[in-house]
T-cell receptor, first 117, second 115 residues
């Protein structure tokens, strides 16, 4: 079974704090993703990474950065947390199949609920 | 980029009835369409997916249909049960580089199955 583990399930941080959300996967997946989930807005992609030290912006990267120093670990960083970043954050991973018609299933972590006060 | 529209946003059915959730996408290059189910407080999990080279796929009580010409796909759940109650997300994926894909999700449908 694929396991994607997010280290913190619930966090409360103050405005202006630097916040780290950690994610580890145990399936040797190349691809890792950070999504943000808000009611009525679905799942929006913040950043993704397809290799160690590689990163690409998703649809809503503003206010976030990421780090991928090891293949199994992908961190989301909020340099200066703001109240509008209160949300649930979902990490995910996938393995590229090499087959353009195969697609590739992504596996999600349990999510990290962040409240910024 | 890709845009995925999902309807309805909420759906309430009686146990035993069928439920249908519809999605449209904008990028004609998209060729992979998964559906995820998210129960309350849990992670989204893949329940069924379809590739663009087929028009329909079925797995027990759930089925997905794809119309590439019209750029829409649908999830069908028959004989609904209370445990089907969850948020369902559709997604579409177009190749972004090599064989790596980025999923764009719809906004979700809250399905409630009333006993």
């Amino acid at each position: 079974d694929v396991k994607v583990t997010q280290s913190s399930r619930y966090l409360v941080k103050r405005t202006g704090e630097k916040v780290f959300l950690e994610c580890v996967q145990d399936m040797d997946h190349e691809n890792m993703f950070w999504y943000r989930q808000d009611p009525g807005l679905g799942l929006r992609l913040i950043y993704f990474s397809y290799d160690v030290k590689m990163k690409e912006k998703g649809d809503i990267p503003e206010g976030y950065s990421v780090s991928r120093e090891k293949k199994e670990r992908f961190s989301l960083i909020l340099e200066s947390a703001s109240t509008n970043q209160t949300s649930m954050y979902l990490c995910a991973s996938s393995y590229p199949t090499g087959d353009v018609m195969a697609g590739n299933t992504i596996y999600f972590g349990e999510g990290s609920w962040l409240t910024v006060v | 980029g890709e845009n995925v529209e999902q309807h309805p946003s909420t759906l309430s059915v009686q146990e035993g009835d069928s439920a249908v959730i519809k999605c449209t996408y904008s990028d004609s290059a998209s060729n992979y369409f998964p559906w995820y189910k998210q129960e309350l407080g849990k992670r989204p999990q893949l329940i069924i997916d379809i590739r663009s080279n087929v028009g329909e796929k079925k797995d027990q009580r759930i089925a997905v249909t794809l119309n590439k010409t019209a750029k829409h796909f649908s999830l069908h759940i028959t004989e609904t049960q209370p445990e089907d109650s969850a948020v369902y997300f559709c997604a579409a994926s177009a190749e972004m580089w090599g064989s790596n894909y980025k999923l764009t999700f719809g906004k979700g449908t809250l399905l409630t199955v009333n006993p």
